[in-house]
Every structure is written in structure tokens, then in C-alpha cells.
T-cell receptor, first 113, second 116 residues
Framework: RKEVEQDPGPFNVPEGATVAFNCTYSNSASQSFFWYRQDCRKEPKLLMSVYSSGNEDGRFTAQLNRASQYISLLIRDSKLSDSATYLCVVTGGSSGSARQLTFGSGTQLTVLP | NAGVTQTPKFQVLKTGQSMTLQCAQDMNHEYMSWYRQDPGMGLRLIHYSVGAGITDQGEVPNGYNVSRSTTEDFPLRLLSAAPSQTSVYFC???????????????FGNGTRLTVT
């Protein structure tokens, strides 16, 4: 079982749609959670951190469910510029350190005009 | 600000050759790291450093060496290239512990390496 699992997609949605991604993680000791965004053939960039109480940044909402060990990302009113791969990142992994980041393989989103 | 700078952007090597991927950051970040990204897999940590003179292994360190003689630079050396090392390599840095919500990772724009 992968330590961080994401549906690879692709998710193809029309402009203005609402889309949600889930990510499950296997390490119950993970403490920190993030969503990174990676444009095609570019470097990853932090989109938002995911806090226990959930958090919102404009059109983006992130939530954490520790009991079920998953995090989610909701994008409302999708824009063409939201087309990218979204990487789920949690702390802790097979390298042994609780502070190391483990990356999911990403969910690809394409917003269509 | 340049941020994290990686060179070269592209490289083709023959099996058995050695080379160094360069990484430099101008943000005075203490933490630096190297990841590789392969299709269908998440970024995997190769080596990391929490400060000048200190390095440690990540998840997939075999075949790679690093050193950290200055805060700014963190080169990655491939000792004897193998086709399995064909990948996209990213250098990343952060002010402090990257697992902290206050210290996000900043990535370079990557090196695409092909080993034939």
C-alpha cells in the first residue's frame, strides 16, 4: 500500500464547476498536511497547508479527517488557470523521520473552457 | 530574488558516467534537499541537509552523494550513472523544518536527466 494515495485522474471539468480531490495516508502519526500544486513540466509550489480545523483560501478549501486518515481539497468556481496537478503531502514516511515529507503522486485537473 | 537555482536544466549521460547537479539558494535557508520525480510516483527524497556541514540520507540515497560546505550550495553527485536514475530531479529549500506550517519548501525548476 502506498503511504499517500491519490486518484491520479484526470479530472476534466468545465469552467465554473466545483471539484474535490481526496487523499488518504497510512501513517497515523503524521502531524502536518499540505497541498502543493505542480504545473506541467514545472516545479511544485505550496498551495495551502491543511489544519485540523479545516481552512479556506479564496476558492480553495482544505479539510483533514484524522479518524479516517484522509485530507481533501475543494475548488469552487474553477478557472482555466487551475489546470495543474495537485500533490498531497504529509509528514512521516518510510525514511524513518517523522519530519520528512511524503508526497502523493498527484491528481491531474484540467479545466475546460 | 533568484530563489532556488538548479543547473543544468537538461542532461544526457551514458551508463557509468558521473556528474554533479548544482543547486544554489539565496534565501539563507538552513534546510536543503534533493528529490527525484518519476511517472506515477510521488517525489522521493534522496538526501537532505539541515545546515552547512550536515547531511543525511532520505528514502532513495543509493547511487548519490551530497555535501554542504556552504549554506547556499547543495550539489548532488551521481557516482556512476545507471538507466534507473533517469528522472526529473528537484532541489528544494526551506527556512527551517519543512514539516512546519511556517516553513514551506521552495523548489528549483528541475533537472531532466536521461541515462542511456
Amino acid at each position: 500500500r502506498k503511504e499517500v494515495e491519490q486518484d491520479p485522474g484526470p479530472f476534466n471539468v468545465p469552467e465554473g464547476a466545483t471539484v474535490a480531490f481526496n487523499c488518504t495516508y497510512s501513517n497515523s502519526a503524521s502531524q502536518s498536511f499540505f497541498w502543493y500544486r505542480q504545473d506541467c513540466r514545472k516545479e511544485p509550489k505550496l498551495l495551502m497547508s491543511v489544519y485540523s480545523s479545516g481552512n479556506e483560501d479564496g476558492r480553495f478549501t482544505a479539510q483533514l479527517n484524522r479518524a479516517s486518515q484522509y485530507i481533501s481539497l475543494l475548488i469552487r468556481d474553477s478557472k482555466l488557470s487551475d489546470s495543474a496537478t495537485y500533490l498531497c503531502v504529509v509528514t512521516g514516511g518510510s525514511s524513518g523521520s517523522a519530519r520528512q515529507l511524503t508526497f502523493g503522486s498527484g491528481t491531474q485537473l484540467t479545466v475546460l473552457p | 530574488n533568484a530563489g532556488v537555482t538548479q543547473t543544468p536544466k537538461f542532461q544526457v549521460l551514458k551508463t557509468g558516467q558521473s556528474m554533479t547537479l548544482q543547486c544554489a539558494q539565496d534565501m539563507n535557508h538552513e534546510y536543503m534537499s534533493w528529490y527525484r520525480q518519476d511517472p506515477g510516483m510521488g517525489l522521493r527524497l534522496i538526501h537532505y541537509s539541515v545546515g552547512a556541514g550536515i547531511t543525511d540520507q532520505g528514502e532513495v540515497p543509493n547511487g548519490y552523494n551530497v555535501s554542504r560546505s556552504t549554506t547556499e550550495d547543495f550539489p548532488l553527485r551521481l557516482l556512476s550513472a545507471a538507466p534507473s536514475q533517469t528522472s526529473v530531479y528537484f532541489c528544494a529549500s526551506s527556512y527551517g523544518d519543512p514539516s512546519s506550517y511556517n516553513s514551506p519548501l521552495h523548489f528549483g525548476n528541475g533537472t531532466r536527466l536521461t541515462v542511456t
